[in-house]
């Protein structure tokens, strides 16, 4: 978990500045690259049976004692151990995130950005200086089997988190019966639905290769014959008509404005008038705490480092689902998932 000083820590650090607090994000650097070091040697995994000292995790790791003994004593600094006499067991907190799995896969995304760090970030600087970025990020991350897969798990573990709560403030207007899911490859947000309202009949709108994620989510719940799959490049074909809901989930904040005023009016085109469209994103503004506002600025930065994206102020957003003819614009924040907002309009 992030390094938690202590009163005269945060004294000394935050309110003095009699201490660099910049060794706090070195230090945190330090600790993702430990965790990320656990993850690829399966050292999570390896605790799960039973507890183990240094040694004997070693020989089931097949790796240096010296070094795992290191490892462990990090890992142990920052939470995600835990050492009773001298025998070592993963913390609450690794068991639900990377041991379980059954929510969030902290193991995926911890790949993913591993890639990121290495492959994407050194461009940073060039990135700003230019405006120009020497990669693809959509053909970057999809060029690698592997890659594609981390990066799908890790937004089914997204939606996961957030799900229940979107679906239970989503209100969906009665007689509901087409829904399209724009970018929604990995599938969980149409099952979701489709599971709550037996009636509908879902289409994924994707690359080819971001629903073979949402194929194992279908069949694994039994909807085949109600969940259909589209691909292809959602610019240039055309989504069908007409649709009572679009989704446009994590979608925005991948592109400018110019941008995203021809992805609301192809959702405008596709709906039956009265039908809705339902944005979740994060949302400049819609943040309540000093953690959650640090988070949604990380990632507008790197959503414009990746992708020439950004994060959006709701009123933005309001007014150009109101520019491109939507009325009854609605917003509701997340509790879930801080800084993130549901906004709902209706043609």
């Known amino acids: 978990m992030p390094i938690q000083p202590n009163f005269l820590e945060r004294t000394a650090f935050f309110t ?9 994000d070195l230090a945190g650097l330090l600790a993702y690259k430990a965790v990320n070091t656990a993850v ?6 390896a605790l799960v049976a039973q507890p183990a000292s240094a040694a004997e995790l070693a020989q089931r790791l097949e790796a240096d004692e010296r070094g795992v003994r290191a490892l462990l004593r990090a890992l142990l600094a920052i939470g995600y151990v835990v050492e009773e006499n001298g025998r070592y067991h993963n913390s609450p907190m690794t068991d639900k995130w990377f041991v379980q799995s059954g929510v969030l896969d902290m193991n995926a995304a911890l790949s993913v950005f591993n890639v990121f760090l290495h492959e994407l970030w050194p461009h940073a600087a060039e990135v700003v200086r230019t405006g ?7 053909e970057f991350v999809y060029s690698d089997p592997e890659l594609a897969h981390n ?12 799900g229940a709560e979107v679906l239970k403030k989503l209100t969906v207007p009665a007689g509901v019966a087409r829904l399209l899911d724009v970018g929604g490859g ?4 149409s099952v979701m639905l489709a599971n709550a309202q037996p009636h509908l009949q879902a289409t994924i709108l994707d690359t080819a290769v971001a629903l073979e994620t949402a194929k194992h989510h279908i069949s694994q719940h039994n909807l085949n014959g109600r969940i259909h799959l589209l691909p292809g490049d959602m610019w240039q074909m055309d989504w069908g008509e007409p649709y009572d809901l679009i989704l446009l989930f994590n979608m925005v904040h991948h592109y400018d404005l110019d941008t ?11 709906l039956k008038p009265g039908g809705q469209v339902a944005i979740f994103d994060q949302i400049e503004g819609s943040v309540f705490g000093s953690g959650s506002n640090g988070i949604v600025q990380m990632l507008a930065f790197m959503f414009y480092l990746f992708a020439n994206g950004r994060v959006y102020a ?5 007014a150009l689902l109101a520019e491109v003819g939507f009325k009854n614009q609605q917003i509701t924040k997340m509790r879930l998932s801080p800084g993130s ?6 043609k």
Do not use: C, W
């Open 16 to 24: 003095l500045n009699a201490a660099p607090g910049p060794m706090l």
């Open 40 to 45: 690829e040697l399966h050292l999570f995994t």
């Open 132 to 138: 120009e970025r020497p990669f693809n990020f959509y």
């Open 151 to 162: 990066f799908q798990q890790m937004m089914v573990g997204n939606a996961n988190v957030v």
């Open 186 to 189: 990995h599938g969980v947000f």
């Open 260 to 270: 995203n005023r021809k992805l609301l009016q192809k959702a405008y085109a596709a």
């Open 314 to 318: 709701a009123d933005e957003l309001m």
């Open 341 to 346: 907002s549901l906004i709902t309009a209706v």
